[in-house]
């Protein structure tokens, strides 16, 4: 069993930055794909970001590139959400979660992730 848990949400203004920490305990897969998700009220729950179990590879939807990055520290089983240049429209829960499933790229698909964290609000005010 996975544990994730997400910090580092606030309420900031428009152009400044965030960082989430994504803090994982239990079993860790190896192989595996940790994303960010986000759900602003009212809508569905989107993919933001991912990162491969060595790094290796990144991912980004295109509406958060060039401002998110995604990293992740192994020795502290941490994922982290570095979050620049912030908008209103980035406002929502941000989640973790976890794919335990091998692929070739990434899925954004949040049913594909088996273990996700409680969530965090970020509030990016105009």
């Known amino acids: 069993q996975v544990q994730l848990v997400e910090s580092g949400g606030g309420l900031v203004q428009a152009g400044d930055s965030l960082r989430l920490s994504c803090a994982a305990s239990?079993?860790?897969?190896?192989?595996?794909?940790t994303g960010w998700f986000r759900q602003a009220p009212g809508k569905e729950r989107e993919f933001v970001a991912g990162?491969?179990?060595?790094?290796?590879?990144?991912y980004y939807r295109d509406s958060v590139k060039g401002r998110f990055t995604i990293s992740r520290d192994n020795a502290k089983n941490t994922v982290y959400l570095q979050m620049n240049s912030l908008k209103p429209e980035d406002t929502a829960v941000y989640y973790c979660?976890?794919?335990?499933?091998?692929?070739?790229?990434?899925?954004?698909?949040?049913?594909?992730?088996?273990?996700w964290g409680q969530g965090t609000q970020v509030t990016v005010s105009s």
């Open positions: 990162i491969r179990w060595n790094g290796s590879s990144t």
């Open positions: 239990g079993l860790i897969y190896s192989r595996s794909m």
């Open positions: 979660a976890i794919d335990t499933t091998y692929r070739l790229g990434y899925s954004a698909i949040g049913d594909d992730y088996e273990y």
